[in-house]
């Protein structure tokens, strides 16, 4: 069927595929569309765009909006060989309202410069549409922003917001009724409605089409025969999605003979010549036109992958920043990882020294770490907040003794004691994703490692060093799977310590997180603290604890401990290796008094910095907040009745935000 060939419309009538899918649930069509079926993708972001694009143009910009939708579905469609079994309208919902939060993110920080950096004001006036209503649904934060449409122009369930937001349904509540005090009724009924712009699916298509024919991912290392799941898992061919098309053939003379005539190609070209003809769908736009004659003809995203095949536009270069964007993101959507990490630390002198150990962990926080020098095995199970170490030292005279211990009741995260090991590359990956985040103006290099393609993602560390401290930093991420490869971080152009990946397992069989102690004399220490889920924390510690609406894309909850005798909850979030924790607690100190610092901190204690809060539970709150190079960041507080801790793998800016999110 050619481009200029009329095409029949009872001929063009969809395939009886087509009727089924239509009907699917959507539960059914994500799992269609996990096991490669584009055509159930299509489906589903046809049957959910019209919400879902209302959405974007109500939190950001006319401008911006088709922008981020299409990262959105580019990033679903990515996420799809390893999206877990979950609702797929609010995980379509939160995908999109994460990506309008990560834009404003992005833009305040352009706009506030830094070291070595100029302050940029982009184009982007942030105009949502219309001078009255838009205004004052611009002037809502975006969480409460979110709620609103979704519930009152959109007509979503309280319940399901929440979900797509992260948090519950009694926070989602309270941000609705806050927006429907700053809006006036007919505010929502005014504002225009939204549609893609012209060339919104042609771009997409590309898009989605470069990530189809991305080379696949080599079959990760085969798990225990006896885990059934996981060798399905790891043995299973890749999804069409991903699979090359073949190539054209060849016809006589050695001219390339163009492929059988294929129907989704001819109802894409004859959308296309439609959605100039047609005067009715003239009325709603050229993209409104696009989606309805696609989308009737059952084409959806695969006419837009065909149309992008044909684009001539090319794709722009990911940044350092994406790169290293994109490897947070994996490795947050790992269920496991396990690997042989080796530790090098170079000395003023030049002297290497070097420790390897297998480390194993799981999303929900549990580690097992097995050093080999010294002979050394120790387990964190998140599940009962419990450390266990076995250690065999050597005296002088070669006698070996074994110490062991046992730490129970630890916390979710600091200022109070947690017990995870220093050891851990935790921190050294979370302070070099926040550095390479930065880069967004330079391409990473391509290199070949032990056979393998990668990327080499290199930055400079924020702030001013000091004697053996870094001042840049180094991460090569394998290009197949984003997990990384080696991190280096460098002063001067010398190395101060490096860390290798090797054997490395992704969605692997991990665990037991235990040590096994029996027969040995154990040293045992309770810190007090007990595992609880949230409906229980008020009941453990005596009142109702405020907790966090925002937190950055990608952080979900995966460990609440309480101290009911001192009053004290901690929620632990976590995104792959990069964490964060927030604790209420009593006040320790009156109203109207400093509260000193409550971090155990290596070193001179760094000087902090007072903030005051202008939103949530302490609003007018003069907080202190730490976020140096170095130091750990952090913020705490106290209003004399509660105090607050946040601390992490945060910028000083989302320092502030979660803490004034809290209520």
Do not use: N
């Amino acid at each position: 069927m050619g481009e200029d060939t009329p095409i029949d419309q009872e001929a063009a009538t969809p395939s009886p595929v087509a009727p089924r899918l239509v009907d699917l649930a959507d539960d059914d069509l994500l799992r269609a569309a996990r096991a490669g079926d584009d055509r159930a993708f299509a489906t589903l972001i046809q049957r959910h765009d019209g919400l879902l694009t209302t959405l974007a143009h109500r939190l950001v910009s006319a401008t911006r909006a088709d922008e981020i939708q299409r990262a959105v579905y580019v990033k679903a469609y990515r996420a799809l060989p390893r999206r877990p079994g979950r609702a797929a309208r609010p995980w379509l919902i939160r995908l999109t309202y994460l990506a309008a939060v990560d834009r404003q993110r992005r833009r305040e920080r352009r706009r506030a410069g830094g070291p070595g950096r100029k302050p940029v004001v982009d184009d982007d006036t942030g105009d949502l549409g219309h001078p009255g209503a838009a205004s004052a649904l611009a002037a809502l934060p975006l969480d409460q922003r979110a709620v609103v449409v979704l519930v009152d122009e959109l007509g979503v369930e309280v319940d399901e917001v929440a979900a797509a937001l992260g948090t519950d349904e009694r926070v989602a509540g309270t941000l609705l009724d806050e927006a429907r005090r700053a809006l006036s009724p007919a505010d929502l009924s005014e504002l225009p409605p939204a549609a893609h712009g012209p060339e919104f699916w042609e771009q997409l298509g590309r898009r989605l089409l470069a990530e189809r024919e991305a080379p696949p991912a080599p079959t990760p290392s085969l798990p225990d025969a006896s885990d059934a799941s996981a060798a399905a898992r790891a043995t299973r061919p890749p999804p069409v999605a991903m699979q090359k098309r073949p190539p054209r053939r060849r016809g006589r003379f050695g001219r390339r003979e163009p492929p059988p005539p294929d129907p989704v190609e001819g109802l894409a070209s004859e959308a296309r010549r439609q959605r100039v003809r047609s005067s009715t769908l003239a009325l709603v736009g050229k993209a409104a036109a696009v989606v309805v004659v696609v989308g009737l003809l059952g084409t959806g995203v695969v006419a837009a992958i065909r149309l992008g095949s044909r684009a001539r536009s090319p794709l722009r270069t990911e940044s350092v920043a994406d790169i290293s964007r994109r490897s947070t993101a994996a490795l947050a959507e790992a269920e496991t990882f396990a690997a042989d990490v080796t530790r090098t630390e170079v000395g003023p002198d030049g002297s290497r020294r070097s420790t390897t150990y297998r480390l194993a962990r799981d999303d929900q926080g549990s580690y097992l770490l097995a050093r080999l020098d010294p002979s050394q095995v120790e387990a964190f199970d998140a599940a009962t907040a419990t450390l266990s170490t076995r250690a065999i030292t050597v005296d002088a005279t070669g006698t070996g003794s074994v110490e062991a211990s046992r730490l129970t009741g630890l916390a979710s995260g600091p200022p109070d004691p947690d017990g995870r090991d220093e050891a851990l590359p935790d921190q050294d990956l979370a302070l070099a994703a926040r550095a390479l985040l930065a880069v967004d103006d330079q391409a990473p290099q391509q290199r070949r490692v032990a056979g393998r393609a990668v990327w080499v993602l290199e930055g400079p560390l924020p702030g001013v060093p000091s004697a053996g401290r870094p001042d840049a930093v180094e991460l090569v991420v394998d290009r197949a799977r984003l997990a990384p490869v080696q991190l280096t971080f460098t002063r001067a152009g010398r190395m101060l310590r490096e860390l290798r990946f090797t054997d490395t397992v992704i969605d692997g069989p991990v665990g037991p997180f235990t040590v096994d102690l029996e027969g040995e004399t154990v040293q045992s220490r309770d810190h007090g603290f007990d595992v609880v889920d949230l409906p229980s924390l008020e009941a453990v510690v005596g009142y109702q604890p405020p907790r966090p609406t925002y937190l950055p894309e990608g952080f979900e909850l995966v460990m609440v401990t309480a101290d009911g005798d001192d009053g004290v909850a901690s929620m632990r979030y976590q995104r792959g290796f990069e964490a964060v924790t927030v604790t209420i607690r009593t006040a320790p100190v009156p109203a109207g008094t400093p509260w000193p610092d409550p971090f155990e901190r290596e070193g001179a204690a760094p000087t902090p910095t007072p903030v005051t809060l202008t939103g949530g539970a302490f609003r007018v709150v003069e907080a202190q907040r730490v976020a140096r190079p170095g130091a750990l960041p952090s913020l705490w507080g106290s209003d004399g009745e509660l105090a607050f801790t946040v601390s992490g793998d945060l910028s000083a800016e989302q320092l502030v935000r979660v803490a004034e999110s809290l209520g």
